[in-house]
């Protein structure tokens, strides 16, 4: 008895989707969006190329739906937004927003440096994509902070600057964005004295000085040194100390 061929499973049109989003990303990564080809893509997704373009008509489109997987049942980001606005959740935002960009400590760490180099490169190019992210962070992220900054200056804790809340979240988030871009070599690009919690921690107490809050408030809202996270954070591959 012959055995029967097994026919190949097709995938459904969101799983067809996926993939091309899934294909596109890394190649994006290494590439830019100028050096990948809707080729190199439909090839890697295991599709067609006219499919490529039946999905996604246009690179916005693509863009969209890699910031849209980049984002899906992050259940942080939930636990973020549930938090009540106050000096608290302003400075553990802050210490959690560092962690994730420096340490990858949501997802994987892989993951996090392809989008980090996704991100580099769309700077070298027209910014397309950088600008698409920065407007879901200032829509889904943003208000809290500025919500929390505002409790904090009800609750005594800093004098905030008029109409200028949302460059104070920017320069916090382009200090860490940076650190994380250091880090993308092999070698940290950057001279950074300590391993790098102590640089994730030195950075964290250096954006929150400048939002405004003093040494003792900070103090007050961290963890004790006790009670800090000394093993490793979930995902985390724990990089060589930084050399001063």
């Not at 994730?100 to 760490?109: A, I, Y």
């Not at 392809?114 to 700077?123: E, G, H, K, P, Q």
């Not at 950088?130 to 800093?158: C, K, M, N, T």
């Amino acid at each position: 008895m012959r055995n029967k061929l097994t026919r190949p499973t097709r995938l459904s049109h969101e799983e067809r989707r996926v993939a091309i989003v899934a294909a596109a990303v890394p190649l994006f990564a290494r590439k830019g969006f100028a050096g990948a080809t809707t080729r190199e893509i439909a090839r890697d997704a295991g599709v067609s190329e006219a499919l490529v373009f039946q999905h996604f008509p246009n690179k916005v489109a693509l863009y969209q739906a890699i910031l849209a997987e980049g984002c899906r049942g992050e259940p942080a980001l939930e636990q973020l937004r549930a938090l009540p606005p106050s000096t608290a959740t302003l400075v553990q935002s802050t210490r959690l927003m560092v962690e994730h960009l420096v340490m990858k400590s949501l997802g994987s760490p892989e993951d996090g440096d392809i989008r980090d180099r996704l991100m580099a490169n769309s700077f070298l190019e027209d910014g397309e994509y950088a600008r698409l992210v920065s407007a879901w962070i200032e829509a889904e992220i943003f208000p809290l902070f500025e919500a929390s900054l505002v409790a904090a200056e009800r609750a005594g804790d800093l004098k905030l600057p008029q109409g200028r809340a949302v460059n104070l979240f920017w320069f916090g988030h382009h200090v860490a964005a940076m650190i994380a871009f250091a880090r993308l070599p092999p070698s940290c690009a950057m001279p950074y004295a300590g391993d790098i919690a102590a640089v994730v921690e030195d950075a964290v107490r250096f954006i929150l000085r400048g939002t405004g809050l003093s040494d003792a408030t900070i103090e007050r809202h961290l963890a004790p040194a006790g009670s800090r996270r000394t093993e490793p954070l979930p995902f985390v591959v724990q990089p060589s100390p930084l050399k001063p």
